[in-house]
């Protein structure tokens, strides 16, 4: 079974720092674009940041300067996040868009997510 699994979500203080990590597990034959959503209490999931098979991100406008998508070349991908704020607080979901057994592609595959807690 093909999954994603997120960790490195905690609680920290304002101006802190975390690093989220995404595990792809499975038979997977290969990763196009992986990426990170968050979702606020009440508030409709969001991009925060995401990655392509070249390398190339794009961030949010919210957490550009602050946060850092990046991935290796196994099936991993990281969110190094700074200077975090209250407003960063959220679940926090990784997403990839890969090819696995036979070919078949999974253009939307989410993780559980993981909490994020900023205090002020």
């Known amino acids: 079974q093909v999954q994603l699994v997120e960790s490195g979500g905690g609680l920290v203080q304002t101006g802190g720092s975390l690093r989220l990590s995404c595990a792809a597990s499975?038979?997977?034959?290969?990763?196009?674009?992986m990426g990170w959503y968050r979702q606020a209490p009440g508030k409709q999931r969001e991009l925060v940041a995401v990655?392509?098979?070249?390398?190339?991100t794009n961030y949010a406008d919210s957490v550009k300067g602050r946060f850092t998508i990046s991935r290796d070349n196994a099936k991993r991908a990281y969110l190094q996040m700074n200077s975090l704020k209250p407003e960063d607080t959220a679940v926090y979901y990784c997403?990839?868009?890969?090819?696995?057994?036979?070919?078949?592609?999974?253009?939307?595959?989410w993780g559980q997510g993981t909490q994020v807690t900023v205090s002020s």
């Open positions: 997403n990839a868009d890969l090819y696995v057994r036979n070919g078949v592609r999974l253009s939307s595959l």
């Open positions: 990655i392509t098979s070249g390398g190339s």
């Open positions: 499975g038979t997977i034959l290969s990763i196009n674009g």
